[in-house]
């Protein structure tokens, strides 16, 4: 059975850091790319989920989207099947839903999901 479970969500002022796992079980990790997304729930069809960074099968190659880049860093350990997602310097408007998914490029799986909240 395929389990994708994120963990390390929390809450934190402005200006704060947090670090949050995503660990994968049942499956063979390193044949899998893994995204991180957020959701903020409310929003409009469609806009649901936003794209934050994805780290190759590897670890070798990451990309980030323009709002978070220089504040997050992804990395994994597939000796731990687990992929990180490093927040620093964060913001209001980094509260959201933060969810992984892993790609094999045939079978796709998605975690449930670990709340961050970042307020004064």
């Known amino acids: 059975q395929v389990q994708i479970v994120e963990s390390g969500g929390g809450s934190v002022q402005p200006g704060g850091s947090l670090t949050l796992s995503c660990l994968a079980s049942?499956?063979?990790?390193?044949?899998?790319?893994v995204s991180w997304y957020r959701q903020v729930p409310g929003t409009a069809p469609g806009t649901e989920r936003d794209l934050v960074g994805f780290i190759s099968r590897s670890g070798d190659r990451t990309e980030y989207r323009n709002p978070v880049k220089g504040r997050f860093n992804i990395s994994r350990d597939n000796a731990k099947n687990t992929v990180y997602l490093q927040m620093d310097d964060l913001k209001p408007a980094d509260t959201a839903v933060y969810l992984c998914?892993?790609?094999?490029?045939?079978?796709?799986?998605w975690g449930q999901g670990t709340q961050v909240t970042v307020s004064a």
């Open positions: 998914k892993a790609d094999s490029g045939k079978l796709v799986y």
């Open positions: 049942g499956v063979t990790f390193n044949h899998y790319s």
